[in-house]
T-cell receptor
Framework: DVKVTQSSRYLVKRTGEKVFLECVQDMDHENMFWYRQDPGLGLRLIYFSYDVKMKEKGDIPEGYSVSREKKERFSLILESASTNQTSMYLC????????????FGDGTRLSIL | GQQVMQIPQYQHVQEGEDFTTYCNSSTTLSNIQWYKQRPGGHPVFLIQLVKSGEVKKQKRLTFQFGEAKKNSSLHITATQTTDVGTYFCAGRNYGGSQGNLIFGKGTKLSVKP
């Protein structure tokens, strides 16, 4: 069974801090994704990666960056956290073929104070 | 940019009543996927539709993909309290970035026993 693990379930940080959210998948998937989920706005794609060291901007990349140094790990970085980045962050992975479903982690609820 | 519109945003039903959620895309989709997110949980893949006019069933759930591959629906017959959650459709464009899905904002279903 596919396992996507996010490093923290809940996280509280302060404005201006650099924040790292980690995601690891154990199924050798090529594609990995970071979404944020806010009430009434659904899932919005921040960044995705289809290979090691490759990344592409999603719909709302501003204020975020990502790192994929190893195939199984995809990190989301908030360069200087702001209160409007308080949200639920979901990581997902999928195999390389375009028709495969995405498998999600349990999410990280991030609060920026 | 590309959008997948999903309605209604909320639906409250009495247990035993039917429920339907609809998705519409402004462009033709190569395929569409449906996910369910239980309260406090993460999205879980339900099904994928690929062919024009395709209909698939999973017990009390019926999924349809429109003839023009621009719309889709999920119908639940005789809802149960276990159906509670948010249902998302997610479409993929022809020639879109590998593995990338465009999510609707979801329909949140509540079921009154």
């Amino acid at each position: 069974d596919v396992k996507v693990t996010q490093s923290s379930r809940y996280l509280v940080k302060r404005t201006g801090e650099k924040v790292f959210l980690e995601c690891v998948q154990d199924m050798d998937h090529e594609n990995m994704f970071w979404y944020r989920q806010d009430p009434g706005l659904g899932l919005r794609l921040i960044y995705f990666s289809y290979d090691v060291k490759m990344k592409e901007k999603g719909d709302i990349p501003e204020g975020y960056s990502v790192s994929r140094e190893k195939k199984e790990r995809f990190s989301l970085i908030l360069e200087s956290a702001s209160t409007n980045q308080t949200s639920m962050y979901l990581c997902a992975s999928s195999p390389g073929q375009g028709t495969q479903p995405q498998h999600f982690g349990d999410g990280t609820r991030l609060s920026i104070l | 940019g590309q959008q997948v519109m999903q309605i209604p945003q909320y639906q409250h039903v009495q247990e035993g009543e039917d429920f339907t959620t609809y998705c519409n895309s402004s462009t033709t989709l190569s395929n569409i996927q449906w996910y369910k997110q239980r309260p406090g949980g993460h999205p879980v893949f339900l099904i994928q539709l690929v062919k024009s006019g395709e209909v698939k069933k999973q017990k009390r759930l019926t999924f349809q993909f429109g003839e023009a591959k621009k719309n889709s629906s999920l119908h639940i017959t005789a809802t149960q309290t276990t159906d509670v959650g948010t249902y998302f459709c997610a479409g993929r464009n022809y020639g879109g970035s590998q593995g990338n899905l465009i999510f609707g904002k979801g329909t949140k279903l509540s079921v009154k026993p």
